[in-house]
């Protein structure tokens, strides 16, 4: 669906009718509870559903109804993401607070990681209640604070197209033991530690385990660093995480899914499958 976004986002009447079409494809509203699409109009933009009576709004029980933005509040930070704006340009340009830019930034890679091949099952495990993510609900956890089991994930490239493996079995310790008994190459990009190629993953990579961040010294003289790849997935993502300084092993996962989306629709505009993955539910984790 191209459109002019700026059109759309003159006024909350238009943002929001845009935001009907990617909630509602058919034109039939849908109860975020049963799946009902019937629903008998109430006052203030609520409805109730015909089947099971759920009071309802447009975003309830989607990724963009837990933010507590406007319709074109969002149409406008959709954009700002898509043009990859940091969460201070988005509150600025916006006049938000930076918390609630940031929630909202969030909330979007959020929404992309669900739609990823394994995403629900990494938000369903452990790392998404690292993330923040539990049941429908997404609660508020400091970016810089620390994981209690730092994950490893494996990139994997296939026809053009990358695909991010987060392997729940595998440790940085395990890295480190490739790396002093197997010689498997190591390289650090600031918290952000990533190797040579390991059986069919092109690169293993890992943010804020301390026992790299320790013995990297060690890592460094003991194997050859990683040689440069100029083209593929990580020299992608390489250049793009060099722009945000001082990435947390939290805020981790999150930037690696955002940036698997991108690279794999790098010749489209993202912005519609932004919009159609936020108006998409919350999958139920609980």
Known sequence: MAFDIDRHARSEAGARRLLEKYCWPDGLPVCPRCGNKKAYALAEGRLRCAGCRYTY??????????????????????????????????????????????????????????????????????????LGFSGKTLRPVPADAPLTAVPVFGILERGGMVFIDYLPDMTPEDLLHYNLHFSLPLSRLGAIVYSDRYQRYATLVTCGAEVLSRRFVEVAGRAPSVEPSREGFWPYARERLARFHGVTARKFPLYLKELEFRYNHRDEDILPILLTNICAFVPDLA
Do not use: P
């Open 57 to 130: 709004r447009l975003l309830t029980g989607r990724f963009a109804g837990l933010a507590g933005l406007t319709a074109r509040q969002w149409l406008r930070l959709a954009a700002l993401f898509a043009a990859e704006e940091t969460a201070h340009a988005m509150a600025a340009a916006l006049d938000l607070a930076y918390n609630t830019a940031y929630k909202a930034a969030t909330l979007i890679r959020l929404a992309l990681l669900a739609e990823s091949l394994d995403g629900v099952a990494v938000l369903r495990g452990r790392l998404g209640s690292e």
